[in-house]
């Protein structure tokens, strides 16, 4: 069974940077990043397939962002620069442990392990 343990998030100013890692135990085929902001959905901001490397990013943070895995340290990552007041909001890791086709990976619903949360707060 994956077991997800974020950390990294916090307070910044508009500009800064962060990075949120997230420690993953267990095998997965996709793995990614959402956010959520009060009153709103949940969203998929990047996903990365576990077994190639293949990465994904929604248009609101890409260029700013960037996912990463370390195979030797079970972690995954995200780098996020340049942030934004509207980039506040719960951050999320979470994990696919089955197979998934492509056309899938924005949708929360897909993804069977979810770790606690980090909240990451970005003031203007």
């Known amino acids: 069974q994956v077991q997800l343990v974020e950390s990294g998030g916090g307070s910044v100013q508009a500009g800064g940077s962060l990075r949120l890692s997230c420690l993953a135990s267990g095998v997965s085929s996709y793995m990614g990043w959402f956010r959520q902001a009060p009153g709103k959905e949940r969203e998929g901001i990047s996903i990365?397939?576990?077994?190639?490397?293949?990465?994904y990013y929604a248009d609101s943070v890409k260029g700013r962002f960037t996912i990463s895995q370390d195979n030797a340290k079970n972690t995954l990552y995200l780098q996020m620069n340049s942030l934004k007041p509207e980039d506040t909001a719960m951050y999320y890791c979470?994990?696919?442990?089955?197979?998934?086709?492509?056309?899938?990976?924005?949708?929360?619903?897909?993804?069977?392990?979810w770790g606690q949360g980090t909240q990451v707060t970005v003031s203007s």
């Open positions: 979470a994990a696919r442990t089955a197979p998934l086709w492509v056309g899938y990976i924005w949708s929360p619903e897909q993804y069977n392990i």
């Open positions: 990365i397939y576990t077994a190639g490397g293949d990465t």
